[in-house]
């Protein structure tokens, strides 16, 4: 399932938000990125799970979704019954007006 970055934007002000992964590389996560989203590039997402702590869910991004598709693939293998694909990745999130904050 998707999930609109207006919708991702109000979920996140809840207690029943998502946690969000950039499954982009270091270098375009430092560049900007959804705040408070954690970067495990698509290729880590399997070798990381431990890192993911989900109780809400898991929405996953890249620039525009391939990759995203990609690591929701490996969570979803690894027994992940809520992960989400945020709809159009990051550019749609900065097209709808949505903040993106730099650095690591």
């Given at each position: ?80 019954t809520s992960v ?7 550019a749609a999130w ?9 650095g690591r």
């Amino acid at each position: 399932p998707s999930i609109a970055p207006s919708e991702l934007s109000a979920r996140r002000a809840t207690d029943q938000a998502p946690i969000v992964i950039d499954v982009r590389t270091r270098e375009e996560y430092a560049s900007g990125h959804i705040p408070g989203a954690l970067n495990i590039p698509f290729d880590q997402v399997a070798e990381r799970i431990s890192e993911i702590d989900a109780p809400h869910g898991v929405a996953l991004y890249c620039m525009i979704g391939p990759r995203a598709r990609k690591g929701e693939a490996a969570l979803l293998g690894a027994g992940y019954t809520s992960v989400l694909h945020i709809e159009g990745g990051l550019a749609a999130w900065k097209a709808a007006g949505l903040p993106v904050e730099s650095g690591r």
